[in-house]
């Protein structure tokens, strides 16, 4: 795979010109993957709060799943959170980024963990409230490089997600641009630019993903592949990945089933990048 050094900037041109050689409307795509907003919702406590003090984490995953909340479940829950954290939170911000050519960074303060409700998806907790305004391209990249290795240790030492599962699930997140597109552009480049992409922050995203060409009888996809667990198979309403590497016998069944029935979904909350 090509290197940033080969593939410099202006990420969201390129990705349009891929898109626009596989006859696809890169703004149209883009604003059908983006959700609607959080809009009123409560939060428990920010992000920032979270960092600074991560038994605040712990204890409100007690509280919530009572049922189970022993350490092994209870360091799942945190794993597949972040998971969320990524696709809920950085998965939209670079949607906006590759439609708009700009997007706001990601803000700690305001980022919170909402309460569990009846209705609500089991797996879906975080909610961004962006405040200050959008960033060029440079700097989204430059800024939010930083902001993933900064949170790392917290993740990695006081809640104890893996290395693998940080790492990917940052990926997933950075990566939705692509997964809104993984089974309707040239496979073979996407995968070169998603990779270049992730490259290019810095850190040690794209040494935990990667993404693949495959082929599902006669259609050729691109899909990303983690190299790293996420624990959602622990969870009494988890299941495996459909990009996990550890179980890649369970993610290419998911991705046939995918390209076996098209009227699914493939917005980039679902499979792929994480579900």
């Given at each position: ?14 990705y ?23 809009g ?6 920010s992000?920032?709060q ?25 360091r ?10 990524a ?5 939209p ?10 997007a ?27 405040k ?13 490089g930083?902001?993933?290795?900064e ?17 990917s ?33 810095g ?19 691109a899909?990303?592949?983690?190299k ?6 622990l ?6 990945c ?32 994480g579900?």
């Open positions: 795979m090509a290197g940033p050094e080969a593939m410099p900037g202006r990420w969201a041109e390129r349009g010109r891929l898109l626009a050689a596989s006859g696809l409307d890169r703004e149209a795509i883009l604003s059908q993957a983006l959700q609607p907003s959080a009123e919702c409560r939060g428990l406590f992000l920032k979270c960092l600074l003090q991560p038994a605040l984490l712990r204890d409100q995953l007690a509280r919530d799943y009572p049922q189970v909340a022993d350490a092994r479940t209870i799942a829950r945190v794993s597949v959170l972040h998971q969320d954290l696709l809920r939170v950085i998965g911000l670079s949607l906006r980024l590759f439609r708009d050519g700009k706001p960074v990601p803000d700690p303060e305001r980022i919170f963990l909402a309460p569990v409700t009846a209705n609500e998806a089991p797996l879906s907790r975080w909610f961004h409230l962006p200050h305004p959008p960033v060029e391209e440079s700097t989204f990249i430059r800024e939010l930083c902001l993933a290795s949170w790392y240790p917290v993740f990695r030492k006081a809640l104890g997600v893996s290395p693998g599962a940080y790492w699930s940052i990926g997933l997140g950075l990566g939705a641009p692509f997964s809104a597109v993984w089974n309707l552009a040239e496979p073979r480049a996407l995968c070169e630019l998603a990779q270049g992409w992730l490259e290019a922050f850190n040690d995203t794209n040494q935990f993903i990667d993404w693949i060409p495959a082929g599902f009888g006669e259609q050729r996809t899909i990303p592949q983690r790293g667990c996420c624990l959602k198979y969870l009494p309403d988890g299941g495996y459909g990009t996990c590497g550890v179980y890649r016998k369970e993610r290419l069944a998911a991705a046939r089933a995918q390209v076996s029935h098209p009227a699914r979904s493939s917005r980039p909350d679902q499979w792929p990048p579900q």
